[in-house]
């Protein structure tokens, strides 16, 4: 594979030898390729607005993959993270930490809307989209980073680390949902709207049209089950719920059809 093949990389972290560390998994993948690396959010920034002027067939950057530490001196990766798909909406960014947190992961996956349902940000791109992994530096090895960059770059689907989702289940402590509840999370994992899941669940209203009252009770009762919190307009956190259904039923081995 060329190095025009491989999936452009570049490294946001403000530790030399983490950093340093991350670039050199990159370069010993087979599908990946370090296009640069930065020390904090002014570097990250100054790289991407090198690249935009590079990439003149590209100007999105669609396709290329920044994976950034959450903690970047006085900086924060994932706000970092959102002002770069501003101005590319084309990147796919992941952020890499030491510990899982659910709480986090939440943050990562959130999309914020105004109180009229238009993004606060460019209107030019559609809506402010979350961020699309959050993975933990400790599995940041040359194969885990392929695995990633396969999900989020070539299938366009958002990544989260096997260990976030097991830190959120052992939180559950044994607790189930119950079978309309796990029916309803189901359809969520297959990226069906509410419309089209009570639609699958019989629910319809005297006209004979889909009925989404129960549906939106059922969606309400899965976000307190799995400690999903923020607002109901956020779709971030549909996305963090069908993760955590997968990880719950133990489909997380099995092709995913979350999109991002």
């Known amino acids: 594979m060329t190095n ?3 999936i452009p990389v570049l490294v946001i972290d403000d530790t030399p030898i983490k950093r340093r560390g991350v670039c050199e998994f990159v370069k010993e993948t087979e599908t990946l390729n370090l296009q640069g690396q930065g020390a904090d959010a002014g570097e990250a920034l100054q790289l ?7 990439q003149v067939d ?6 290329w993959l920044v994976f950034s530490d959450l903690r970047l001196g006085a900086d924060n990766g994932v706000e970092l993270g959102r002002t770069l798909l501003e101005m590319a909406p084309g990147l796919r960014v992941v952020i890499y930490t030491q510990d899982p947190s659910w709480a986090l992961a939440a943050e990562v996956f959130r999309q914020e809307y105004t109180r009229r349902g238009v993004p606060r940000s460019s209107r030019r791109h559609g809506k ?3 961020l699309h992994g959050y993975v933990l530096f400790g599995n940041m090895l040359p194969e885990y980073l392929e695995h990633i960059a396969e999900k989020v770059v070539t299938h366009n689907e958002t990544y989260i ?4 989702l097991s830190f959120l289940l052992e939180r559950l402590r044994g607790e189930r949902l119950t079978p309309r509840q796990e029916e309803c999370a189901s359809l969520i994992a297959r990226g069906l709207s509410n419309d089209e899941i009570a639609t699958h669940m019989g629910f319809f209203n005297t ?13 309400s009762e899965l976000y307190n089950f799995f400690t999903i919190f923020g607002a109901p307009s956020d779709p971030g956190r549909r996305v963090l719920l069908a993760h955590a259904y997968e990880a719950y039923a133990g489909l997380r081995g099995k092709p995913s059809t979350i999109q991002h």
Do not use: C, F, S, Y
């Open 4 to 6: 025009e093949q491989r």
């Open 48 to 54: 991407v607005e090198a690249m935009l002027k590079e």
């Open 58 to 63: 590209n100007p999105i950057l669609e396709g």
């Open 128 to 130: 402010t989209r979350g």
């Open 161 to 164: 680390d096997e260990e976030v």
């Open 207 to 219: 006209k004979g049209l889909p009925n989404i009252g129960p549906v939106e009770n059922l969606v």
